[in-house]
C-alpha cells in the first residue's frame, strides 16, 4: 500500500492550498480515508475524514474553510483549504482509517500513513 501526498507550500494567512492524496496497492473505493496534521510540539490531530460512501466530519477548527473530498476513478482524496490561518501550519498526512458511528480512528499499519506535506501559513 501507498499514499503519496502533494501539494503543500507557503501560503499568507487568509490564502488557500489543495492537498492532494494518491493511494495504490488497496482497494480505495472501499476505505475510509482522513488527513491529519501535526504541528511542532503538539499532538496529531485530525482534520478532515471521508467514509467510503461520501460522510465528512470535520473538527470546530476547521469547520467550514476545510474541504475533503475522494475521487474514486483517480484513487484520490484531495483537502482543499480555504481561509488558512497561521495556527494551521502543520505538517499534513493523509491515511486510510477505521471509519465506525460517524468516528475516524486512525490504523496501526504504517504503510496506511502518507509521507506528510508541509503547510505553512505566514501571517
Known amino acids: 500500500v501507498q499514499l503519496q501526498a502533494s501539494g503543500g507550500g507557503l501560503v499568507q494567512a487568509g490564502g488557500s492550498l489543495r492537498l492532494s492524496c494518491e493511494v495504490s496497492?488497496?482497494?480505495?473505493?472501499?476505505?475510509?480515508m482522513a488527513w491529519y496534521r501535526q504541528a511542532p510540539g503538539e499532538q496529531r490531530e485530525l482534520v478532515a475524514g471521508?467514509?467510503?460512501?461520501?460522510?465528512?466530519n470535520y473538527p470546530d477548527s476547521v469547520k467550514g474553510r476545510f474541504t475533503i473530498s475522494r475521487d474514486k476513478g483517480k484513487n484520490a482524496v484531495y483537502l482543499q483549504m480555504n481561509s488558512l490561518k497561521p495556527e494551521d501550519t502543520a505538517v499534513y498526512y493523509c491515511?486510510?482509517?477505521?471509519?465506525?458511528?460517524?468516528?475516524?480512528?486512525?490504523?496501526?499499519?504504517?504503510?496506511?500513513w502518507g509521507q506528510g506535506t508541509q503547510v505553512t501559513v505566514s501571517s
Open positions: 491515511a486510510i482509517v477505521r471509519y465506525y458511528w460517524g468516528v475516524f480512528t486512525p490504523l496501526d499499519q504504517q504503510d496506511y
Open positions: 496497492g488497496i482497494s480505495f473505493r472501499d476505505q475510509a
Open positions: 471521508i467514509s467510503s460512501g461520501g460522510w465528512r
